[in-house]
């Protein structure tokens, strides 16, 4: 079983920043990709950044040149770092990680519990 803990969510103003980590935790498993998902009250949960294990990345077209993500593989960590923060972002971010190895009858697909974000004045 993998565990996939978030932290760095809170409350900034319209043009701030904030950094949200994600660590996946466990035995026998590898990560294929990671991303961040969002979801507002009384929306649809939306892919806002994905990266596999060369690098390569894609960003939901409302966060590009605004956010970052990036992973540090060795730790099973992915971050995303968020700029100039709209308060159309304030939503429930969900840390996701994919395996390419794992136990068999063990789920391959891990969500995390997700980490408030709300943009305020």
């Known amino acids: 079983q993998v565990r996939l803990v978030e932290s760095g969510g809170g409350l900034v103003q319209p043009g701030g920043s904030l950094r949200l980590s994600c660590s996946a935790s466990?035995?026998?498993?590898?990560?294929?990709?990671m991303g961040w998902y969002r979801q507002a009250p009384g929306q649809q949960r939306e892919l806002v950044a994905h990266?596999?294990?060369?690098?390569?990345?894609n960003y939901a077209d409302s966060v590009k040149g605004r956010f970052t993500i990036s992973r540090d593989n060795a730790k099973n960590t992915v971050h995303l770092q968020m700029n100039t923060l709209k308060p159309e972002d304030t939503a429930v971010y969900y840390c996701?990680?994919?395996?390419?190895?794992?136990?068999?009858?063990?789920?391959?697909?891990?969500w995390g519990q997700g980490t408030q974000v709300t943009v305020s004045s």
């Open positions: 996701h990680a994919n395996l390419s190895a794992y136990i068999i009858g063990d789920p391959y697909e891990y």
């Open positions: 466990g035995s026998m498993f590898s990560i294929r990709a």
């Open positions: 990266i596999d294990n060369g690098g390569s990345t």
